[in-house]
C-alpha cells in the first residue's frame, strides 16, 4: 500500500484517515524555534465531509487512499438515490442523499460532474463549477434597477436560490458558480 511522507503532503491528496478516505485541503509546514518540525494539516473527510485538523510530526508517513476520480455524466434522480453514467464505457453509478450532499442544488441533467468512488462506491459528487440554469421563480423586475440597485431571491430550475440583481425575471437563463453559490451573470440566446 502507497504512503505519503509529511513533505509529500499538499492541497488534493487523498489519504486515509481513521479508516476513512481524507481530501487534504491546507497543508502548514511549522518549524518552531525549539523542537521538532511538524505540518499543520487540515483535512476534509471525504464520507461524512467534516473538516478536521490533526498534526503529523516532520517525516511521519500516512497510508495513500484508493480513490478513483471520474468524470460522470448526470442521467437522474428518484429522490433517493443519484444516477451518473461513464460516457465512454456506459458503466453506471448511483450515489446516495449523503455523496450527493449539497450538490443535488446544481445538478442538471446532462452535465457532467466529478465523481470520485471508494472501493466502487461513489463518495463524493462536485457539479460543474459553472452551470447555466433557468429561473423559475422570482419577484418582478422593477424598471429601472441597475445591477448595483440590490439583490433578491431566484430559485433555479434544479432548486437552488441564489441572490440575483433586481432585473433578473422569471424565464431568464443564468450562469452561476457552484463554489460559492453566486451568480454570475446572464445567458444570452
Same mark, same amino acid.
Given at each position: 500500500?502507497?504512503?505519503?511522507? $509529511? ?5 488534493? =491528496?487523498?489519504?486515509? =484517515? ?5 481530501? %487534504? *485541503? ?8 525549539? @523542537? ?16 478536521? &485538523?490533526?498534526?503529523?510530526?516532520? @517525516? ?8 478513483? &476520480? =471520474? ?23 448511483? !450515489?446516495?442523499?449523503?455523496? *450527493? ?5 446544481? =445538478?442538471?441533467?446532462?452535465?457532467? #460532474? ?8 461513489? %463518495? ?19 424598471? @429601472?434597477?441597475? !445591477? ?9 430550475? $434544479? @432548486? !437552488? ?14 450562469? #452561476?458558480?457552484?463554489? $460559492? ?9
Amino acid at each position: 500500500m502507497a504512503t505519503y511522507s $509529511t513533505n509529500e503532503f499538499r492541497s488534493g =491528496l487523498k489519504v486515509m =484517515l481513521d479508516g476513512d478516505p481524507a481530501n %487534504i *485541503v491546507e497543508n502548514e509546514f511549522v518549524k518552531p524555534g525549539k @523542537g521538532q518540525a511538524f505540518s499543520r494539516v487540515k483535512l476534509k473527510n471525504l464520507k461524512t465531509g467534516k473538516t478536521i &485538523e490533526r498534526t503529523f510530526k516532520s @517525516g511521519e508517513s500516512i497510508e495513500a487512499a484508493d480513490v478513483l &476520480e =471520474l468524470e460522470m455524466q448526470y442521467l437522474f434522480s428518484d429522490g433517493e438515490e443519484w444516477h451518473f453514467m461513464d460516457p465512454e464505457s456506459f458503466e453506471q453509478v448511483v !450515489a446516495t442523499k449523503e455523496a *450527493v450532499g449539497d450538490s443535488a442544488q446544481w =445538478l442538471k441533467e446532462q452535465d457532467m #460532474c466529478q465523481i470520485t468512488l471508494f472501493n466502487g462506491n461513489p %463518495i463524493q459528487v462536485l457539479p460543474p463549477n459553472h452551470v447555466e440554469l433557468k429561473v423559475v421563480e422570482t419577484d418582478p423586475g422593477i424598471r @429601472g434597477d441597475t !445591477a448595483t440597485g440590490g439583490t433578491k431571491p431566484a430559485t433555479l430550475e $434544479t @432548486g !437552488a436560490v441564489v441572490k440575483v440583481p433586481l432585473f433578473i425575471e422569471e424565464g431568464e437563463v443564468l450562469r #452561476c458558480d457552484t463554489r $460559492t453559490g453566486e451568480y454570475l451573470s446572464r445567458v444570452k440566446n
